[in-house]
């Protein structure tokens, strides 16, 4: 599997942590929240409804480090594959990002890798640098065309409206079924002086009305590498964007930028680095919680945690195949505390795994330990399963000690109303 | 992967053919239909409701060739150890088959593994066989324990009712979700004479209300040596009960059984192995078809053909995929001709794939082609998945030739419904 993806990679051992750790503060502002990035959100008419935000701006008062994380698909759309282009040309070097909603320009042909183009070019004759230095991203309806000057009008709008305030704006102009926007920005205060990290994302499912994605973006005032913010952007993607799942799909356009502007003047070095990742970390991953809260129809966040594996690929298994299991959603859905359904999929999915060593545990409550069921505690359990907050754990009874943690949401009917209605 | 398993495995290339060749005609009796073999299904209380059917068996009137093929999972419940064990110290013989529905014997420890191995004991007392001469399955809820009085009871009862026209009754016994009876029976006529083959499944997804399972039994007349059959067995089952997904699980139960009892005096050597697997492929597949029309909550029987594939198991796992994919799934439900979200699943299966090459029809609608969509026969392949009966057809574009097929059905909301319901 390669590194570079924002789908199908699952949370390392250990990184379960909520805290990041001490001198984080919670900070308003999103992606502006780090100096040197002024943002924009504007309706140009790529969603019908009127005022309906689909254009987002979001750019560098100078260069900024850049790095990506991309969808492994091999039907990737052409905004990924025009990104992944500039960045390799620049050597991870960035003044701005442009984001539309509404269309994902993907299977699209060589017109839409012209539009994909033309939105880079435009982005940059309008805040003066290289098309190269400038990075896409699109999300929406596949196998539709974007209209050239709908766009161009769109980055002339936001362009002029870019300030350091707008990122609600922006949050909201990348959204397609989400129900609500995701941004957050900390601050964080280290011996070597005070920097910040803010992100915006969206996502609700891997999903829209004909198929949609995960779109994230990440920035900060620190001073990062290229290749420094390429790899801690890896690093901090396996734990959070790569950790959550609503429906098991990952689409032609699954994309997460990180800018670095450097404004803070704090270095990061090799020193820094773990510190570093884990501010990006503690970001990504309330992002990351918001794509599943808001999953469609979902109403509870499920924290699926597996431990007692052989190896760490069978530990990530286990937990992927007990997120993705229908029977599973289902059943916390209906506030079933059906360990059994459990048992089977860790039993099914390829991971060693010991019956007689296994535990199945929901909430705090242990239902299957010893290789007998706990059935007097299924109604402790069923109460436990009214709340919104999930955590279902299972012991793969082996005798490793390797584990991983997955995120996602129940499985409810208003998913399959949303997904089975007819594209209008 | 094992060959000896349930799931998991799809159809070889070229294996979609439905006719099972000349000289066969669909014939009544379902495991009785062949000669040798006798049935019953009857009440004994596992399952609570008054005159529900729980308990089945088959019983060949002399000892007769025995295959079976397997459940993957490595929570295997009690039953399927047994059946395993006995058919290895008999190197495949069998008298009989006694399966209960309403209890799964799973996650039941050393007692339910005792009540199993007592289940073939009073069978074999009851028919006169050594007890490693019975083969045993069970369906129905995890974890609950199956009561020795109530099943022995049962074998009393079903053994004193044994006959050659209790089939249907037998069909009715091993059911748990299911919302009809699955029987199927042909005759063949060959140049070395006449046999039968017949069989029964049951199975609703992979799921009951806690879990539950895919349970077939074929018999024949023809005269099969145990490692010709076992071999046949498997081959049938990867183009049938392995080529069908309703919901992507695998149970800690699935079985299939063959019996052979020779009454025919037809014999199979190698040069009727090929048309005998026809045979049993026939009836397998209708049986297969079966569980998939009857799916929870499914109103469609869905077949996805995958061509163009570079290897046979990318062809596979593109199918598999495209077969799982909760939004071909529902947007099929919803009578959405939407061709994005099968080149989205295509694309992130991890097969080859070559966007440019690559063609999704639905029906015979080719909607995507030559790297750009047809919308303009969107509204004709809405139409034509109005139908119970669709086809969806994805060709993978690379330069290999290599095909699959996989049968499935679409997700409702009462499939969310019948799912997330507490078990009462």
New interface residues.
Partial sequence: MERSTV?NISIPAGAGSLSAGAGVTVVPGGVTAPAGFRTAGVHCGIKARAGALDLALIVADAPASAAGAF??????AAPVLVSKAHLASTYGKARAIVVNSGCAN????DAGHKVAELMTAETARAVGCEAEEVLVASTG???VSLDPRTVTSGIIAAHDALSRSANADAARAIMTTDPFPKEHAIRVETAAGTYHVGGMCKGSGM?EP??ATMLGFVTTDAVVAPAMLQRALLDTCETTFNAITV??????NDTVFALASGASGVVIDEAGYDAFVEALRAVCRELAMGIVRGGEGATKLITVQVTGARTYDDARRAARAIAN???VK??I????P????L??????CGA????SG?RVTIGDIVL?EH???F?ERASQA?AYLQGKDIRVAVDLGTDGREDATMWTCD???D???I?????T
């Fill in positions: 789908s969808t492994i698909s091999k039907a990737a993907a299977c699209t042909g309806v596949i196998g999903i004909m198929l429906d098991g799909e990952c689409s032609t299991s229908l029977l289902t059943a859905h209906g506030g079933d059906n360990w059994g359904r048992v089977a999929v860790a039993g099914r060693a795994f010991e019956l296994a299957f290789g007998r069921p059935d069923a499985l409810s009917a998913y399959v109303k997904n089975a209605e007819y594209r």
